[in-house]
Nanobody, 128 residues
Framework: QVQLVESGGGSVQAGGSLRLSCAASGDITKHCMGWFRQAPGKEREEVAIIYTGSSSTYYADSVNGRFTISQDNAKNTLYLQMNSLKPEDTAMYYC??????????????????????WGQGTQVTVSS
């Protein structure tokens, strides 16, 4: 059983930065940990993935070069550093976990795997 609690959302002007945190309780080794977002009226989008078995990462084109996903194993916490924020980044952001999976070649391998655990979400609002 894994429980996920997000924090760090808020309101920021375009061009600004935010760092989201996802505190996990339970074992998330060899897991695909992802950050999803969903804006009103839009489909849910997975923006970043990290495979904790290797620290391999994967990013959606929409955030590549601006967002960075990372993990702190000692704190059992996942982060999403978001820089150069745009109004179109406005959404509810969710942390999700799926696994364990052994020997995945990359975080991209996680992309089509259905998450098993979800956090409650944290709102990010970017104003122009």
């Amino acid at each position: 059983q894994v429980q996920l609690v997000e924090s760090g959302g808020g309101s920021v002007q375009a061009g600004g930065s935010l760092r989201l945190s996802c505190a996990a309780s339970g074992d998330i080794t060899k897991h695909c940990m992802g950050w999803f977002r969903q804006a009103p009226g839009k489909e849910r989008e997975e923006v970043a993935i990290i495979y904790t078995g290797s620290s391999s990462t994967y990013y959606a084109d929409s955030v590549n070069g601006r967002f960075t996903i990372s993990q702190d194993n000692a704190k059992n916490t996942l982060y999403l550093q978001m820089n150069s924020l745009k109004p179109e980044d406005t959404a509810m952001y969710y942390c999700a976990a799926r696994g364990p999976f052994y020997g995945l070649p990359s975080a991209a391998s996680c992309y089509h795997l259905r998450p098993r655990y979800w956090g409650q979400g944290t709102q990010v609002t970017v104003s122009s």
